[in-house]
């Protein structure tokens, strides 16, 4: 956008250590935001990891159906033993060791499961891990050369105190199991390995004979499996999770960054406004913010160089009356006649009257911002409001002084959303106006209509006077600040330009438009101004 005011652009090389801060904090490619976004990517995918890598529901679910499915074989072997007669003695029953071990040999098929068999001693009768072509334990270790010392072997102790800790959970068990009571288990093997066991007495009738336990071994081999399924998947997250940061840091902090620099920059540099060219194409939010940004600031450059503008007009209009007084001491003086030292006493009077009134009405006019931004707009009637300020200028109207009429023609509503207090000083500033212009037995006459012709703006106030009119090239610069054009016999220094620039000011902030023409007969000679106001409407009487 272009723009004759100074603009302020952020140097992407700019660190945030380059920058002016009252603190040091740690940063992702220079920026903070970047930072949080990533440690919390990062910190959801990691939970999300940690929890998959446990597995803790899973694991129980896992277990639990393994005890499950060891408990039926195990109750449908127990059954079978205790039912077939593999027992000897009458009447007190026993197991048969042999022809018990040789039937849990020839019937059970171990797909990776370990039976036992034990008789009510607690002995062990059959171990399917016996019979089987698989040799547990580790591979023997390398010969030593010749004449070394054979070195004691490594973890010893460690192997007894597990085989111990082993037998002893497996002793409790079957105790358990040998006084009737089901047992379901996970306990730690001979190797250490982790094993789902369950332990079932055999009975005969309602006698025990003994104890079948089966067990199985490969539960931490499935939950490797599944973690080493899941890995990959993890690992894609996590990419995903760096890319998902790294576009976050680029298309948003790192933009951002830029905005406070280039805000900064404006801060340090003295520049009137932000301008990034490549943030505000952009048709997302940050675009939305660079835009909003630039506009911001260009609007405040406009407001400084307004202000600057209005100090130098102010500066250069209480200059002449403080000129034209300094002329009148001085020669004072040297005046000797009554008569001149009369003339120059009602100079100063007069300068005096024009400071004040020109004080004041510059007061007024600096306070307006304030005022406007002040107040929440609310509801105003025109027609009530208009009524009030014409009863005051009947009750307080002097002799000679023009009188002011008001006329209705509008349908409907005469409400508009503002400020009542403003919106009387834009009427009565145009009455003032109206009235010093107009001849002797005229009058001032205010319309208040609608006009369809602007949909935005329907409601129209018109003042209207009989006086000498607005010359053609004026009718715009009549609005402007301190701009005079009175007629001949007019008080000098009675106005000081500012009513119809407060005007303007005014109604624009109350989103209308007041314009300035000529009234004129058929033959085209003027026959007086006119001021139209235009406003819009609430929609509804206040």
């Not at 019937?107 to 001693?121: C, E, K, M, T, V």
């Not at 023997?140 to 800790?165: D, F, Q, Y």
């Not at 079957?174 to 369950?198: D, F, M, N, Y």
């Amino acid at each position: 956008m272009a723009s004759a005011i100074d603009t302020a652009r952020a140097d992407p090389s700019e660190t945030a250590e380059d920058r002016p801060s009252g603190r040091r904090l740690i940063r992702f490619g220079g920026s903070r935001l970047g930072g949080l976004i990533l440690a919390l990517n990062l910190l959801s995918l990691l939970i999300l990891f940690g929890g998959a890598l446990a597995l803790n529901e899973w694991n129980r679910g896992l277990v639990q159906a393994r005890q499950e499915s060891l408990r039926v074989q195990a109750e449908l072997l127990s059954n079978v033993l205790g039912q077939l007669g593999i027992t000897r003695g009458e009447p007190s029953p026993a197991l048969d060791p042999i022809a018990a071990s040789q039937w849990l040999r020839d019937n059970f098929i171990p797909s990776g499961q370990r039976a036992r068999l034990y008789d009510a001693d607690g002995l062990l009768v059959s171990d399917s891990l016996s019979v089987t072509d698989a040799i547990p334990g580790n591979p023997l270790p390398p010969a030593n050369p010749a004449g070394k010392p054979v070195a004691p072997p490594s973890g010893t102790e460690a192997e007894r105190e597990t085989l111990a800790l082993a037998n002893e959970a497996l002793g409790a068990e079957i105790e358990a199991a040998l006084l009737g009571v089901p047992q379901a288990t996970v306990r730690r093997s001979e190797t250490g390995g982790r094993v789902v066991s369950v332990s079932l007495p055999v009975r005969h009738v309602q006698q025990v004979l003994g104890v079948l336990t089966l067990e199985v071994g490969d539960v931490d081999q499935i939950l490797d499996a599944q973690r080493r399924a899941l890995l990959p998947f993890a690992l894609v997250a996590l990419a995903v999770n760096l890319l998902a940061s790294l576009l976050l840091h680029l298309f948003v902090a790192r933009p951002v960054m830029r905005l406070s620099a280039a805000a900064d920059q404006v801060k340090l540099q003295r520049a009137r406004a932000i301008s990034l060219p490549d943030l505000e194409e952009r048709k997302d939010e940050i675009g939305d913010l660079a835009r909003s940004l630039e506009s911001m600031t260009e609007t405040l450059s406009a407001r400084m160089d307004a202000i600057e503008r209005f100090a130098a007009d102010v500066a250069h209009e209480i200059k002449n009356p403080l000129t034209s007084i300094r002329s009148a001491l001085e020669t004072l003086d040297l005046v000797k006649d009554p008569a001149q030292r009369e003339r120059l006493a009602r100079v100063l009077q007069q300068d005096v009257r024009r400071l004040d009134r020109l004080i004041t009405d510059i007061s007024n006019a600096s306070r307006l911002d304030a005022e406007l931004s002040r107040e929440r707009p609310r509801p105003v009637d025109l027609t009530t409001l208009l009524t009030d300020i014409v009863g005051v200028y009947d009750t307080t109207s002097k002799p000679g002084e023009a009188p002011v009429r008001l006329s209705i023609t509008a349908a409907g509503s005469t409400g508009v959303l503002g400020q009542d207090g403003p919106l009387g000083q834009v009427f009565r500033n145009l009455i003032d106006n109206a009235r010093s212009f107009s001849p002797e037995g005229s009058d001032v006459r205010l319309t208040v209509r609608r006009d369809d012709s602007d949909p935005g703006r329907p409601l129209r106030v018109l003042v209207e006077d009989d006086g000498p009119g607005i010359p053609p090239e004026n009718l715009e610069t009549v609005f402007e600040r301190f701009y005079t054009s009175r007629p001949k016999g007019t008080a000098f220094g009675a106005n000081s330009g500012l009513g119809l620039s407060i005007v303007r000011q005014i109604v624009e902030a109350h989103g209308g438009r007041v314009t300035a023409s000529n009234r004129t007969d058929a033959a085209g000679n003027v026959l007086g101004a006119r001021f139209e106001v235009a406003l819009p409407t609430t929609g509804r009487r206040a």
